[in-house]
Protein backbone atom coordinates (compact mmCIF):
# COMPACT_ATOMS: atom_id res chain seq x y z
CA UNK A 1 0.00 0.00 0.00
CA UNK A 2 1.34 3.49 -1.25
CA UNK A 3 1.15 6.79 1.68
CA UNK A 4 -0.96 7.80 -0.80
CA UNK A 5 -3.38 4.50 -0.42
CA UNK A 6 -2.81 4.84 3.76
CA UNK A 7 -4.09 8.47 3.72
CA UNK A 8 -7.32 8.54 1.18
CA UNK A 9 -10.42 8.04 3.33
CA UNK A 10 -9.24 8.96 6.39
CA UNK A 11 -10.13 10.99 9.10
CA UNK A 12 -7.97 13.53 9.88
CA UNK A 13 -7.24 12.25 13.48
CA UNK A 14 -6.57 8.94 12.04
CA UNK A 15 -4.25 10.23 9.18
CA UNK A 16 -2.25 11.82 11.66
CA UNK A 17 -1.79 8.96 13.65
CA UNK A 18 -1.26 6.71 10.13
CA UNK A 19 1.55 9.31 9.44
CA UNK A 20 2.69 9.04 12.68
CA UNK A 21 3.22 4.88 12.72
CA UNK A 22 5.01 5.47 9.05
CA UNK A 23 7.71 7.76 10.50
CA UNK A 24 7.91 5.61 13.14
CA UNK A 25 9.06 2.59 10.87
CA UNK A 26 11.54 4.54 9.47
CA UNK A 27 13.27 5.28 12.46
CA UNK A 28 12.38 9.10 12.95
CA UNK A 29 12.33 10.09 16.40
CA UNK A 30 10.15 13.29 16.52
CA UNK A 31 7.82 11.16 14.53
CA UNK A 32 4.95 12.26 16.38
CA UNK A 33 5.52 16.31 16.30
CA UNK A 34 6.87 16.14 12.52
CA UNK A 35 3.70 13.99 11.84
CA UNK A 36 1.53 16.86 13.65
CA UNK A 37 3.37 19.63 11.50
CA UNK A 38 3.13 17.37 8.53
CA UNK A 39 -0.75 17.13 8.37
CA UNK A 40 -1.26 20.77 9.39
CA UNK A 41 0.78 21.82 6.58
CA UNK A 42 -0.90 19.66 3.96
CA UNK A 43 -4.54 20.67 5.26
CA UNK A 44 -3.54 24.39 6.32
CA UNK A 45 -4.78 23.84 9.77
CA UNK A 46 -2.78 24.91 12.58
CA UNK A 47 -3.14 22.75 16.43
CA UNK A 48 -6.64 24.02 17.26
CA UNK A 49 -7.42 23.49 13.61
CA UNK A 50 -6.28 19.64 13.62
CA UNK A 51 -7.88 19.38 16.90
CA UNK A 52 -11.43 20.84 15.73
CA UNK A 53 -11.09 19.23 12.27
CA UNK A 54 -10.18 15.45 13.88
CA UNK A 55 -13.08 13.56 12.44
CA UNK A 56 -13.41 15.17 8.79
CA UNK A 57 -12.17 13.01 6.26
CA UNK A 58 -9.41 13.86 3.83
CA UNK A 59 -10.19 15.03 0.49
CA UNK A 60 -8.21 13.12 -2.08
CA UNK A 61 -6.17 16.44 -2.62
CA UNK A 62 -5.31 16.89 0.87
CA UNK A 63 -4.31 12.68 1.28
CA UNK A 64 -2.27 13.64 -1.76
CA UNK A 65 -0.16 16.40 -0.52
CA UNK A 66 0.40 14.50 2.99
CA UNK A 67 1.94 11.69 1.00
CA UNK A 68 3.65 14.42 -0.73
CA UNK A 69 5.36 15.46 2.43
CA UNK A 70 5.57 11.88 4.20
CA UNK A 71 7.99 10.67 1.34
CA UNK A 72 10.21 13.52 1.55
CA UNK A 73 10.58 13.10 5.26
CA UNK A 74 10.93 9.61 4.40
CA UNK A 75 13.63 10.72 2.21
CA UNK A 76 15.45 12.36 4.60
CA UNK A 77 13.90 16.27 4.20
CA UNK A 78 13.77 17.91 7.28
CA UNK A 79 10.38 19.35 8.37
CA UNK A 80 11.36 22.95 8.46
CA UNK A 81 12.28 22.37 4.58
CA UNK A 82 9.26 20.50 3.60
CA UNK A 83 7.50 23.43 5.46
CA UNK A 84 9.55 25.99 3.93
CA UNK A 85 9.74 27.99 7.27
CA UNK A 86 11.21 27.58 10.92
CA UNK A 87 10.91 29.03 13.70
CA UNK A 88 14.35 31.47 15.34
CA UNK A 89 13.88 32.75 18.55
CA UNK A 90 10.07 33.01 18.45
CA UNK A 91 10.14 34.35 14.92
CA UNK A 92 8.93 32.42 12.38
CA UNK A 93 11.27 32.64 9.24
CA UNK A 94 10.95 31.66 5.74
CA UNK A 95 14.03 28.99 4.29
CA UNK A 96 15.18 28.93 0.62
CA UNK A 97 18.07 26.23 -0.52
CA UNK A 98 20.14 28.75 -0.18
CA UNK A 99 20.04 28.94 3.75
CA UNK A 100 20.76 26.86 6.81
CA UNK A 101 17.82 25.68 8.83
CA UNK A 102 18.30 27.13 11.81
CA UNK A 103 19.07 25.69 14.84
CA UNK A 104 18.47 26.27 18.87
CA UNK A 105 22.05 25.90 19.37
CA UNK A 106 22.34 29.25 17.40
CA UNK A 107 20.28 31.44 19.77
CA UNK A 108 23.39 31.11 22.19
CA UNK A 109 24.83 34.06 19.97
CA UNK A 110 21.74 35.71 20.65
CA UNK A 111 21.53 35.25 24.36
CA UNK A 112 25.39 36.22 24.94
CA UNK A 113 25.11 39.25 22.99
CA UNK A 114 22.23 40.32 24.98
CA UNK A 115 23.51 39.44 28.07
CA UNK A 116 26.61 41.70 27.37
CA UNK A 117 24.95 44.43 26.32
CA UNK A 118 22.15 44.46 29.29
CA UNK A 119 25.73 44.40 31.44
CA UNK A 120 27.18 47.67 30.09
CA UNK A 121 24.00 49.92 28.94
CA UNK A 122 19.52 50.20 28.64
CA UNK A 123 18.77 48.25 25.36
CA UNK A 124 16.87 51.12 24.13
CA UNK A 125 20.57 53.00 23.64
CA UNK A 126 21.12 53.35 19.97
CA UNK A 127 23.12 50.63 18.52
CA UNK A 128 25.20 49.15 15.18
CA UNK A 129 24.96 45.45 14.31
CA UNK A 130 26.55 43.55 12.09
CA UNK A 131 25.82 39.47 11.18
CA UNK A 132 28.63 38.19 8.83
CA UNK A 133 27.04 35.44 6.40
CA UNK A 134 23.56 35.53 7.84
CA UNK A 135 21.84 33.11 5.60
CA UNK A 136 17.92 33.49 6.24
CA UNK A 137 18.91 36.79 8.97
CA UNK A 138 18.09 35.17 11.72
CA UNK A 139 20.87 36.18 14.40
CA UNK A 140 20.59 39.57 13.56
CA UNK A 141 16.38 39.64 13.37
CA UNK A 142 16.20 38.12 16.78
CA UNK A 143 18.73 40.57 17.96
CA UNK A 144 16.66 43.44 15.91
CA UNK A 145 13.59 42.35 17.74
CA UNK A 146 15.16 43.02 21.46
CA UNK A 147 16.90 46.37 20.49
CA UNK A 148 14.30 48.46 19.73
CA UNK A 149 16.74 51.27 18.55
CA UNK A 150 19.17 49.13 17.11
CA UNK A 151 20.15 49.18 13.24
CA UNK A 152 21.74 46.24 11.52
CA UNK A 153 23.67 45.48 8.42
CA UNK A 154 23.48 41.58 7.14
CA UNK A 155 26.12 40.30 5.06
CA UNK A 156 26.21 37.25 2.57
CA UNK A 157 27.81 35.99 -0.41
CA UNK A 158 25.11 34.65 -1.73
CA UNK A 159 22.41 37.23 -3.23
CA UNK A 160 19.39 34.42 -3.22
CA UNK A 161 19.75 34.11 0.67
CA UNK A 162 20.23 37.62 0.94
CA UNK A 163 16.51 37.71 -0.63
CA UNK A 164 15.83 35.62 1.82
CA UNK A 165 16.51 37.43 4.66
CA UNK A 166 15.46 40.20 3.39
CA UNK A 167 11.77 38.96 3.04
CA UNK A 168 11.95 37.85 6.77
CA UNK A 169 12.91 41.36 7.88
CA UNK A 170 10.02 42.66 6.05
CA UNK A 171 7.37 39.97 6.90
CA UNK A 172 8.61 40.89 10.45
CA UNK A 173 8.15 44.31 10.54
CA UNK A 174 12.02 44.76 10.78
CA UNK A 175 12.65 46.28 7.43
CA UNK A 176 13.23 49.92 8.11
CA UNK A 177 16.28 49.01 10.36
CA UNK A 178 17.77 46.17 8.79
CA UNK A 179 20.32 46.79 5.19
CA UNK A 180 21.71 43.78 3.16
CA UNK A 181 24.99 43.79 1.88
CA UNK A 182 26.27 41.07 -0.46
CA UNK A 183 30.07 40.15 0.20
CA UNK A 184 32.47 37.65 1.94
CA UNK A 185 32.00 38.28 5.51
CA UNK A 186 33.10 41.87 5.85
CA UNK A 187 34.89 42.87 3.08
CA UNK A 188 32.40 45.34 1.89
CA UNK A 189 32.06 47.09 4.88
CA UNK A 190 33.52 49.81 6.88
CA UNK A 191 33.14 49.88 10.56
CA UNK A 192 31.64 51.50 13.55
CA UNK A 193 29.63 48.41 14.38
CA UNK A 194 28.24 48.33 18.72
CA UNK A 195 28.25 44.24 17.85
CA UNK A 196 29.22 42.01 15.53
CA UNK A 197 27.87 38.27 15.02
CA UNK A 198 28.29 35.41 13.22
CA UNK A 199 27.36 31.70 12.72
CA UNK A 200 30.00 30.94 9.95
CA UNK A 201 31.12 27.41 8.34
CA UNK A 202 32.71 25.70 10.75
CA UNK A 203 32.83 22.02 9.98
CA UNK A 204 35.93 20.01 8.96
CA UNK A 205 35.89 19.08 5.04
CA UNK A 206 36.71 15.73 5.89
CA UNK A 207 33.39 15.03 7.93
CA UNK A 208 30.92 16.56 5.76
CA UNK A 209 30.52 13.01 4.45
CA UNK A 210 29.66 11.65 7.88
CA UNK A 211 26.74 14.38 9.02
CA UNK A 212 23.27 13.32 9.29
CA UNK A 213 21.97 12.94 6.44
CA UNK A 214 19.20 16.06 7.12
CA UNK A 215 22.28 18.24 7.11
CA UNK A 216 24.65 17.00 4.48
CA UNK A 217 22.00 16.74 1.75
CA UNK A 218 19.88 19.57 2.63
CA UNK A 219 21.83 22.45 4.30
CA UNK A 220 24.42 24.37 1.65
CA UNK A 221 27.63 22.93 1.25
CA UNK A 222 29.07 26.56 1.72
CA UNK A 223 27.47 26.92 5.17
CA UNK A 224 29.10 24.01 6.59
CA UNK A 225 32.14 23.15 5.30
CA UNK A 226 34.69 25.22 7.35
CA UNK A 227 38.19 23.93 5.73
CA UNK A 228 40.79 21.57 6.62
CA UNK A 229 40.20 22.53 10.52
CA UNK A 230 37.08 24.32 10.35
CA UNK A 231 38.58 27.40 11.06
CA UNK A 232 38.67 29.63 7.34
CA UNK A 233 36.14 31.60 8.42
CA UNK A 234 37.11 32.73 12.12
CA UNK A 235 40.76 33.57 10.58
CA UNK A 236 39.01 35.82 8.21
CA UNK A 237 36.05 37.06 10.47
CA UNK A 238 38.11 37.65 13.36
CA UNK A 239 40.67 40.38 12.34
CA UNK A 240 37.95 42.29 10.23
CA UNK A 241 36.32 42.44 13.92
CA UNK A 242 39.24 43.99 15.00
CA UNK A 243 39.05 46.77 12.37
CA UNK A 244 35.03 47.22 12.46
CA UNK A 245 34.00 47.16 15.90
CA UNK A 246 34.09 50.39 18.09
CA UNK A 247 36.18 51.01 21.18
CA UNK A 248 34.52 48.66 23.44
CA UNK A 249 32.10 46.59 20.97
CA UNK A 250 31.79 42.94 20.98
CA UNK A 251 32.21 40.01 18.35
CA UNK A 252 29.97 37.04 19.35
CA UNK A 253 30.42 33.95 17.23
CA UNK A 254 29.48 30.54 16.66
CA UNK A 255 31.47 27.46 17.08
CA UNK A 256 31.83 23.85 16.70
CA UNK A 257 32.47 21.30 19.75
CA UNK A 258 35.73 21.58 19.96
CA UNK A 259 36.91 24.76 18.26
CA UNK A 260 35.63 27.25 21.50
CA UNK A 261 39.44 27.38 22.55
CA UNK A 262 40.61 27.49 19.07
CA UNK A 263 38.73 30.67 18.28
CA UNK A 264 39.28 32.10 21.39
CA UNK A 265 43.05 32.21 20.30
CA UNK A 266 42.04 33.78 17.20
CA UNK A 267 40.51 36.35 18.94
CA UNK A 268 43.16 37.48 20.92
CA UNK A 269 45.70 37.24 18.28
CA UNK A 270 43.94 39.60 16.71
CA UNK A 271 43.62 41.78 19.35
CA UNK A 272 40.45 41.34 21.29
CA UNK A 273 40.00 40.70 24.65
CA UNK A 274 37.84 37.94 26.30
CA UNK A 275 34.97 39.53 28.13
CA UNK A 276 34.33 35.59 29.85
CA UNK A 277 33.98 32.40 28.73
CA UNK A 278 32.00 30.87 25.97
CA UNK A 279 29.05 30.41 26.67
CA UNK A 280 27.24 26.80 26.84
CA UNK A 281 24.37 25.84 24.95
CA UNK A 282 21.67 23.82 26.30
CA UNK A 283 23.24 20.72 25.48
CA UNK A 284 26.46 22.04 27.79
CA UNK A 285 28.25 22.71 24.44
CA UNK A 286 30.89 25.84 24.41
CA UNK A 287 28.35 27.07 21.49
CA UNK A 288 28.92 30.92 21.80
CA UNK A 289 32.85 32.71 21.77
CA UNK A 290 32.93 36.44 22.57
CA UNK A 291 35.61 38.88 21.98
CA UNK A 292 35.94 42.72 22.95
CA UNK A 293 37.95 45.36 21.38
CA UNK A 294 39.28 47.14 23.96
CA UNK A 295 38.00 50.28 25.16
CA UNK A 296 39.68 53.61 24.89
Known amino acids: MSAGDMFAGQSVE ?9 LRTHSIDSAELDAR ?27 AQLARFAQRRIDGEPVARVLG ?30 EFLDATGPRNRPLVIADLGTGSGAILLALLSELTNATGIATDINLYALRTARSNAAQLG ?7 V ?3 YASALAGGFDL ?24 PLRA ?6 GLNAYRIITP ?25 GLMTVSGLTLPGPAKADLGGIRRAVSGQKKPR
Open 14 to 22: NARRSLTNL
Open 196 to 219: IVSNPPYIPSADIAGLDVEVRDHD
Open 224 to 229: LDGGKD
Open 85 to 114: MKEFWGLPLQLSPDTLVPRPDTETIVEAAL
Open 240 to 264: EAARLLVPGGLLVVEVGHDQSDDVA
Open 37 to 63: LLTGAALGLDLTGLISAAKRILTSNEA
Open 174 to 180: LIERAHF
Open 182 to 184: ACD
